[in-house]
């Protein structure tokens, strides 16, 4: 199985930008789908943005598409979440997580990482 573990969290300025990192070791990382979700206070888990495991498919919620780029570096054993253009209502704890391939929903996360954003 992947661990998991995320860093990059912090707080910044509406209109400002952050990078999220998230360093995964076990399993051949390469052979995994990767995203992120965020969960608000008082609010679920959603999700935000996903990439395959060839980058071949990278998906956005609504909510951030144009602001939010996710990416991979697969020698590395580790995925990014580029934020820019924050808003205060992006303010969460930002979760990655992983899934094999093969399989639809994601089962492997890490610990999580606070976004705030101050307007």
């Known amino acids: 199985q992947v661990q998991l573990v995320e860093s990059g969290g912090g707080l910044v300025q509406a209109g400002g930008s952050l990078r999220l990192s998230c360093a995964a070791s076990g399993r051949p990382f390469s052979t995994y789908a990767l995203g992120w979700f965020r969960q608000a206070p008082g609010k679920e888990r959603e999700f935000v943005a996903s990439?395959?495991?060839?980058?071949?498919?990278?998906y956005y919620a609504d909510s951030v598409k144009g602001r939010f780029t996710i990416s991979r570096d697969n020698n590395k054993n580790t995925v990014y979440l580029q934020m820019d253009s924050l808003k205060p209502e992006d303010r969460a704890l930002y979760y990655c997580?992983?899934?094999?391939?093969?399989?639809?929903?994601?089962?492997?996360w890490g610990q999580g990482t606070r976004v705030t954003v101050s307007s």
């Open positions: 997580a992983a899934r094999p391939s093969s399989v639809q929903t994601f089962d492997t």
């Open positions: 990439i395959s495991w060839s980058r071949g498919n990278i």
